[in-house]
């Protein structure tokens, strides 16, 4: 079994980190918290650790990892040429839900970057994460700390569930803040491009980069790990489009249907597990994995969701719900 620590995030003094930082200086694999999802870390150096780290996910060894830093200053030594607009960005967004991708410098593995000539780096918000990495010295490689293909973990017991007996210590933080992984933007070509949205939404990149846009999504993905089968709970999802949602779901549902609600009242459906998705889409963002992994502990058959609108995070949202339901959509 995999040690558990519990760390208040909001109150706890670094050395209760010294545990899980001596084990990550000695090449293991550590999960801890951050404001969006949960990661599992290791020293980005370390081939040995960061190979690891795709034997327990299971991860498919062409999607790169991001590297976590602490210090903006760090971006120094992992990219080969830090622009300014990844210092406009970074000093408008860092710390926080954003990783820029940059050539990378020598420091950086091919292991880490899947053999990519460009690395992917964010400093998050959360005191743990960044605690955790001044404790260890050295910037933490690190992917969401779910097995490959599950939603990502936004709290300590989904880390568990996926990492027990893979990961050599987790640190329990508490629940993720976001609840969806970190904004991706590609500032290595002449076009900033972001390759996965999310909680740092293109509108509030625009102000600081006029030409922003949206890349290619998933035929020719530019971010590799867009490609896979995605955040899918063991129950398949239909996301129920348009204005008859109650309708077909009420058609559509039994005893053993899960259904995620948006702004309708839970009480309008005639069978079925309702979970309440929140009232905006930042709320929607931060319960939507959690629940999924919920409706697969209570073992409902099927999951219908009821999306949020498609503007600001709600694209964000409706970018992982989309991956979840794997094309099933009902209108
Ligand atoms: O919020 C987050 O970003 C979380 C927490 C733990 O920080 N991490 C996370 O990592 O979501 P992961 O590995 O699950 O997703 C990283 C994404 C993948 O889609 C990957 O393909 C892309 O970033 N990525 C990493 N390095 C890249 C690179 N050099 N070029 C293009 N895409 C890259
Ligand atoms: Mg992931």
Redesign the pocket.
């Known amino acids: 079994m995999t040690k558990v620590i519990r760390v208040n995030p909001d109150n706890f003094n670094t050395d209760e980190l010294d545990e899980a930082a001596k084990i990550l200086q000695d090449g293991g694999l550590c999960a801890f918290p951050?404001e969006?999802?949960?990661?599992l870390g290791a020293v980005y150096s370390d081939k040995n650790a960061v190979l690891n780290i795709f034997k327990a996910k299971g991860r498919p060894a062409d999607?790169?990892?991001?590297v976590?830093i602490c210090e903006f200053n760090e971006i120094y030594s992992l990219a080969k040429e830090v622009t300014d607009e990844a210092m406009r960005l970074a000093k408008r967004f860092w710390g926080g839900?954003l990783?820029v991708?940059l050539p990378k410098s020598d420091s950086v593995p091919y292991e880490v970057?899947a053999g990519?000539d460009?690395?992917?780096i964010?400093l998050?918000s959360h005191p743990v994460a960044t605690a955790l990495i001044r404790r260890v010295g050295l910037p933490i490689a690190?992917?969401?700390?779910n097995l490959s293909g599950k939603p990502?973990p936004t709290a300590a017991e989904h880390v568990i569930e996926d990492m027990d007996g893979r990961a050599d210590i987790i640190i329990d933080g508490g629940n993720s803040f976001f609840g969806i992984?970190?904004t991706?933007v590609?500032l290595s070509t002449d076009k900033p491009q972001v390759?996965?949205p999310?909680a740092v939404t293109i509108e509030d990149l625009k102000p600081f980069l006029k030409n922003i846009e949206y890349g290619t999504g998933t035929s020719a993905p530019?971010?590799?790990?867009?490609k896979y089968k995605h955040y899918a709970p063991n129950a398949p999802v239909y996301i129920v489009e348009g204005g008859n949602a109650i309708g077909i779901i009420n058609k559509n549902s039994d005893d053993k249907t899960g259904i995620l609600t948006y702004r309708i009242p839970p009480d309008k459906f005639e069978r079925g597990t309702v979970l309440n998705a929140g009232n905006t889409a930042y709320e929607y963002a931060a319960n939507m994995f959690y629940y999924f992994r919920k409706f697969d502990e209570m073992g409902v058959d099927k999951i219908f969701a009821v999306p949020p609108e498609e503007d600001n995070m709600g694209y964000s949202v409706r970018n992982r719900l989309y991956k979840s339901a794997g094309g099933r959509i009902i209108c």
């Open positions: 951050t969006t999802v949960y990661g999607n790169p990892l991001i976590h839900p990783t991708i970057t990519l460009t690395v992917a964010r998050p690190a992917p969401s700390a990502s992984e970190s991706v590609d390759l996965r999310g530019k971010s590799p790990g867009m």
